[in-house]
């Protein structure tokens, strides 16, 4: 090679000077495909902070009978006696975590930053995509932590939860996702990882509600792990204080309460960490229901089938919690309450390997 090519700069491609003059509706779809390309099957990465009131409903404890204002209930045991809970949300926020510190991939946010940049008309394009601004904390809230807004479009986006801190792992009722006895015992604690902003958990109220695609963290046989947090050093001498449990979520009741809340949800999917199914990295495809016949499960033992068994678990064990819940729903003003929707299905990303022809490529 000469010095001269060694040396040579890149050709300059020519502007097409002329794009201006395209009619509108050209223009507007150049815009809306260079939007596409960049952001299709978006995920937005967060872990879910949610502050959750456990009601009791005391008609065998108190009255001694059945009351025959409800169906069935599942019972819980609280202090030796039986009770039946439902649950409200208080306050709420979405992090990112050590293990998942970007909320979505590089190419999908510098896509949508460099389309919005280029002009307002560009502009208007993505925010008329992604009309909701999310925003996401650097990690556990405290006064004075960072947070940034990320468009999103809730009916189109996924939303992949890595975790829901277990507040409960503290707790010693574990049988109990949020007691009460917790919250009494560390409401100075709780009332310093949430921002108790009522306009900031509007806003994390209309996001949530408004969701039409969940897919969750799944770990399954491979364990749970925690993920440490900073603490401070007073925080650092108390148990409840110690670096948040980040449990596998098809397995954590408070992971199940959140989901109550998910009001538009249309396909909840589970997401298998590629750091344990490497598998799933390469030519994912999404199974919509692990009930479906065409799934074929490879063989009755192994990571896969126990997936197929935890899935349809929490399915089942959801349900339950949801008529539970609704058979004690009542309105509050003061918290979220929520007549929660029942799961239809659950779905999951999977390796194409797993598959007889069937399934979404994405």
């Not at 510190?101 to 896509?111: F, N, V, W």
């Not at 009916?155 to 917790?182: C, K, Q, R, Y």
């Not at 925080?235 to 538009?264: C, I, N, Q, W």
Request: aromatic share 12%.
């Amino acid at each position: 090679m000469s010095t001269t090519d060694k040396h040579s700069k890149p050709p300059i491609h020519p502007q097409f000077s002329l794009f201006r003059k395209l009619p509108l509706e050209l223009r507007l779809e150049v815009w809306q495909h260079a939007l596409n390309n960049t952001t299709v099957e978006r995920i937005i990465n967060v872990a879910v902070y949610n502050r959750l009131f456990v009601t009791f409903h005391c008609c065998w404890t108190t009255g001694g009978n059945f009351c025959g204002k409800h169906g069935f209930c599942i019972k819980r045991y609280h202090s030796g006696l039986s009770r039946d809970i439902s649950d409200c949300m208080t306050d709420g926020y979405f992090a990112v975590t050590n293990r998942f510190p970007d909320p979505q991939t590089s190419e999908s946010e510098s896509g949508m930053l460099n389309i919005s940049l280029a002009c307002h008309e560009a502009r208007n394009v993505v925010i008329r995509r992604y009309p909701k601004l999310l925003r996401i904390y650097r990690g556990k809230w405290h006064p004075g932590i960072e947070s940034r807004l990320v468009r999103c479009c809730p009916a189109t986006d996924i939303l992949l939860i890595s975790a829901v801190p277990d507040f409960s792992s503290s707790n010693p009722d574990e049988d109990l996702p949020s007691s009460d006895f917790f919250f009494q015992r560390h409401q100075d604690y709780l009332d310093r990882i949430f921002p108790r902003d009522d306009s900031l958990f509007m806003a994390f109220r209309d996001v949530v509600s408004s969701f039409q695609h969940v897919a969750f963290y799944y770990l399954g046989i491979f364990g749970s792990e925690s993920t440490s947090e900073n603490t401070s050093g007073d925080e650092s001498r108390s148990k409840v204080d110690a670096p948040t449990k980040m449990v596998d979520l098809h397995s954590s009741t408070d992971f199940h309460a959140l989901l109550f809340y998910f009001g538009s949800l249309k396909q909840l999917i589970a997401w298998p960490d590629p750091q344990y199914w490497p598998e799933v990295r390469e030519n994912a495809v999404i199974v919509s229901d692990m009930n479906d016949k065409s799934f074929p499960g490879v063989r009755r033992y192994g990571p896969i089938y126990n997936m197929i068994g935890s899935l349809r678990d929490l399915m089942s064990d959801y349900n339950e919690s949801v008529e539970t819940h609704n058979n004690h729903f009542a309105e509050d003003d003061e918290h979220w309450t929520v007549r929660a929707k029942p799961l239809e299905r659950v779905g999951c990303y999977a390796a194409s390997s797993w598959l007889v022809g069937h399934g979404t490529e994405i």
